[in-house]
C-alpha cells in the first residue's frame, strides 16, 4: 500500500511541475515583451525564405531570410502546433503577415487547427535566443515546413481539414 502512496505521489508531484512550467513560461513571455520594450508590430513582409520555430503552443518565432527574427502570438492555445509537421501562414495580402486581421497560423498533418495571428514583434539574435532557452519544448528545432498562401488559397490547395 506504501508503494501505491509514494507512486502516486510522484506521478502527482511530476503532474504539477509540468502545469507550473508552463504557467511560468507565459509569466516569463509576458514579461520579456514588457522588460525588453517589444513594440508591438502592425505586419510584416515575408517576401523571403521563412524559418519557423514553435515555442509553445502559443508562441512562434519566425525567421525571414533578408529580413530578421521576429515573434508571433496568437490569440488561443493553437492546439498542438509544436508538434506539427508542417504549418501555414494563411495571409489576407500577399507577401505579408498582419496583427488582427484574418491572417493565421493552421496546423495541418494529422490534426488541423487555426489560429488567429494576435501580436507580431522584432527580435534581435539574442532576444531571440532567450525565448528559446525558456522554452518548455526540449529542443525547439526550426523547420523549413512553412507555407503561406493567401488566405483565400488556402482552400484551393487542399490546405484545410
Same mark, same amino acid.
Request: proline share 2%; aromatic share 10%.
Given at each position: =500500500?506504501?508503494?501505491?502512496? *509514494? $507512486?502516486?505521489?510522484?506521478?502527482?508531484?511530476?503532474?504539477?511541475?509540468?502545469c507550473?512550467?508552463? +504557467?511560468?513560461?507565459? &509569466?516569463n513571455?509576458?514579461?520579456? +515583451?514588457?522588460?525588453?520594450?517589444?513594440a508591438? =508590430?502592425?505586419?510584416? !513582409?515575408?517576401?523571403?525564405?521563412?524559418?519557423?520555430?514553435?515555442?509553445? !503552443? &502559443?508562441h512562434?518565432? @519566425?525567421?525571414i531570410?533578408?529580413?530578421?527574427?521576429?515573434?508571433? $502570438?496568437?490569440?488561443?492555445?493553437c492546439?498542438d502546433i509544436m508538434?506539427? $509537421?508542417k504549418?501555414?501562414?494563411? $495571409?489576407?495580402?500577399?507577401?505579408?503577415?498582419?496583427?488582427?486581421?484574418? !491572417?493565421? +497560423?493552421?496546423?495541418?498533418?494529422d490534426?488541423?487547427s487555426?489560429?488567429?495571428?494576435?501580436? @507580431?514583434?522584432?527580435?534581435h539574435?539574442?532576444?531571440?535566443?532567450?525565448?528559446?532557452? #525558456?522554452?518548455?519544448?526540449?529542443d525547439?528545432? #526550426?523547420? *523549413?515546413? @512553412?507555407?503561406?498562401?493567401?488566405?483565400? !488559397?488556402? &482552400?484551393?490547395?487542399?490546405?484545410? *481539414?
Amino acid at each position: =500500500m506504501n508503494k501505491y502512496i *509514494n $507512486t502516486l505521489s510522484v506521478v502527482a508531484t511530476i503532474f504539477l511541475f509540468g502545469c507550473s512550467n508552463r +504557467i511560468n513560461y507565459e &509569466k516569463n513571455i509576458n514579461s520579456f +515583451i514588457a522588460d525588453q520594450k517589444l513594440a508591438p =508590430m502592425e505586419s510584416i !513582409d515575408t517576401g523571403g525564405a521563412i524559418k519557423y520555430r514553435a515555442l509553445n !503552443d &502559443k508562441h512562434i518565432a @519566425l525567421t525571414i531570410q533578408n529580413s530578421g527574427s521576429y515573434l508571433l $502570438t496568437v490569440r488561443a492555445n493553437c492546439q498542438d502546433i509544436m508538434n506539427a $509537421t508542417k504549418i501555414v501562414l494563411a $495571409t489576407a495580402a500577399e507577401g505579408v503577415v498582419q496583427v488582427n486581421s484574418r !491572417d493565421k +497560423i493552421v496546423r495541418i498533418g494529422d490534426k488541423y487547427s487555426e489560429c488567429l495571428v494576435s501580436g @507580431l514583434y522584432k527580435l534581435h539574435s539574442g532576444q531571440l535566443e532567450q525565448l528559446v532557452s #525558456w522554452s518548455y519544448r526540449r529542443d525547439p528545432s #526550426w523547420s *523549413n515546413n @512553412l507555407i503561406y498562401p493567401l488566405f483565400y !488559397d488556402v &482552400k484551393s490547395r487542399g490546405l484545410e *481539414n
